[in-house]
């Protein structure tokens, strides 16, 4: 069974950086993407960055390009996301997610196993 562990998240002021950490157990983890979405209040779960089996390649969100870096450690199993120059639309609970369909899509429903998510506050 796919277990996802966030971790990292809290509260930060504006301009200030995160790093949040989610660990893989139950399968696999080299053979999956990986993928972090985020929740705000009232809205839905959106797309925030994905990486591929090895790492080479990454996909994100244009709200947080150039801000976020998505890595992961295949010997850890861990994935990790680094944010930068937090700021207040930031405010949400982050999921990691896994697939095992070799895609990086921002479509929520096609990634298959959810972890239960960290919150992190950015206050102004």
């Known amino acids: 069974q796919v277990q996802l562990v966030e971790s990292g998240g809290g509260l930060v002021q504006a301009g200030g950086s995160l790093r949040l950490s989610c660990a893989a157990s139950?399968?696999?983890?080299?053979?999956?993407?990986m993928g972090w979405f985020r929740q705000a209040p009232g809205k839905e779960r959106v797309f925030v960055a994905a990486i591929n089996f090895s790492g080479g390649t990454t996909s994100y969100a244009d709200s947080v390009k150039g801000r976020f870096t998505i890595s992961r450690d295949n010997v850890r199993n861990t994935v990790y996301l680094q944010m930068n120059n937090l700021n207040a639309e930031d405010t949400a609970r982050y999921y990691c997610?896994?697939?095992?369909?070799?895609?990086?899509?921002?479509?929520?429903?096609?990634?298959?196993?959810w972890g239960q998510g960290t919150q992190v506050t950015v206050s102004s």
């Open positions: 139950g399968y696999t983890f080299s053979r999956n993407v």
């Open positions: 997610a896994a697939n095992d369909g070799n895609h990086l899509s921002p479509i929520r429903t096609l990634w298959d196993s």
